[in-house]
């Protein structure tokens, strides 16, 4: 039916357990894909986000005195955890990647702004033009 509205799906599995986790993910993966529909905006991906974060938290770090300034730093430095495996999942170096996006991020301006992991060449790009 081409402007059928609706879809069955049946689940089957070997355990209740099994059963219940797909159903769970099914449904997370129906959220998702509502939400996307409902709004149109958009964020750069490869750890782009947590890398521009990571790098104003760690500038801001430098304006505080005391303990807090370790601890923000420290979750700034926590945030490139994500890029870092990326990278890592894709078979690439990532101490590698992670330091040339630590390069591009602090030179400011929009031109690193929205850099991440590039894992079809091996290196960063500008993730919001992909």
Known sequence: CPHAKTATMVLRG???EFIDE???SLHDSLMIVKNCVKSTRVVAGGG?????LSRFLLEHSLTIPGKQQMIIGAFAKALE???RQ???NAG???TDIVTSL????AEGGADGLWYGVDIDKEGICDTYER
């Not at 782009?48 to 521009?52: T, V």
Request: overall charge negative; glycine content about 4%; cysteine-free.
């Open 81 to 83: 955890v994500t890029p």
């Open 102 to 105: 630590r390069q591009k991020h």
């Open 92 to 94: 690439f170096d990532a």
């Open 48 to 52: 782009a986000i947590e890398m521009e």
């Open 22 to 24: 797909t159903e769970r």
């Open 86 to 88: 990326l990278a890592d």
């Open 14 to 16: 070997g355990a209740r």
